[in-house]
């Protein structure tokens, strides 16, 4: 029996395989750059034990935003190997899930456009070149918290027209006092900038929110694709809630500089149960 996960900042996506048998649940993310061990164990305790009996897994291959560097990799591995007490433990960054959900054993250029953004040149076997991720306050172009705070910016600072303003107004009684509170004391920022995705999505067929949308995925390829020698040969693939819900703006984005849009997955998890049952 082993285990499949994919976590991101928001949600993780859990996936048990037992021979024929699958079965798939969900909890909060878990990012090593936002919450420390006793966070991640609280985790594993409240949300996923009523779902599985660790002792059981065998062997468990863990994808996740944050797992960008050893130190942060061995802190993760060190919490799920207390949990998992008879596993074999693998702990990958979360670009390398989604290149092996997305690409499997082709190449390709795999991107997530979820709550933040990244993005990587993969030959069907490893990753080759990625870009440097930045963050929700120095990156993140295209992603969920980057629609967030330039919403809340231009709300703000006057830069949305009347009828738009209102629309904020009613849908959030916006406080500045909450909004400053929830960017810089409060846990997962990039989580809270990242909810008002929905309210975006809701007004899209709206001039401003189209341009907000199509802007900000303008910006993430020219940072985060273009500068992929291979981005005018070879098929660019996505994975995350942002690039599955507005992907006709994706798509469009992609024309307007001649790129080829591939596969455009919500989650990574069925294909990463297909990478790994091969």
Known sequence: MFLIADSGSTK???????????????????????MD????KEVLEKELYPYIQPESIRDLYFYGAGCSTYQKCNMIDSVLQGFFTNANIDVHHDLLGAARALCGHEKGIACILGTG????????????????????????????????KQLIQDYYQTEMPADVLELFRMEFNPML????????NQPRPNRYLASYSPFILKYINHPYFYNLVSSSFDDFFSKYVLKF????????????????????????????????????????????VDYHAN
């Open 12 to 34: 993780t996506h859990w996936c048990v395989i037992n021979g024929k048998d699958k079965k798939l649940f969900q909890t909060i993310g878990i990012n090593p750059y936002q």
């Open 37 to 40: 061990n006793f966070a991640i």
């Open 117 to 148: 953004s990244n993005s990587c040149y993969y030959d069907g076997k490893e990753i080759k070149s990625q870009m440097c991720s930045l963050g929700y306050v120095l990156g993140d172009e295209g992603g969920g918290a980057y629609l967030g």
């Open 177 to 184: 006092e909450n909004i400053l509170d929830n960017t810089y």
């Open 229 to 272: 020698p291979e981005s005018k040969t070879t098929k660019i693939h996505f994975l995350g809630s942002i690039a599955f819900h507005f992907s006709e703006l994706l798509k469009e984005s992609a024309q307007r500089v001649n790129l080829q849009i591939g596969k455009i997955f919500e989650s990574p998890i069925q294909g990463l």
